[in-house]
């Protein structure tokens, strides 16, 4: 079980914007700090978790909730 350090509902939110705020919220975290995303929709679920990978965070669980949601922790990666 990973402690999650804050949590950011972007299901509301559209793309670009869905990584804009998930970019942010990882952003004012600790470096090792656990973010988890509640997501909804294709784009998101494909681009939230490629781009968090791109920028060197770590995709620890990616999950479906039962109500068309989907979990998604991520850990956070000091920067080089």
Do not use: F, S, W
Not at 48 to 53: C, E, G, I, Q
């Amino acid at each position: 079980m990973h402690e999650v350090t804050r949590t950011l509902d972007i299901t509301r939110e559209v793309c670009p914007m869905t990584y804009v705020r998930t970019k942010l919220a990882l952003e004012a975290l600790d470096d090792g700090a656990v973010l988890e995303v509640v997501l909804r929709g294709d784009e998101p679920l494909k681009n939230v978790p490629r781009n968090a990978r791109e920028e060197g965070h770590e995709v620890l669980v990616l999950e479906p909730r039962g109500d068309g949601t989907h979990r998604l922790l991520l850990r956070k990666q000091g920067g080089a």
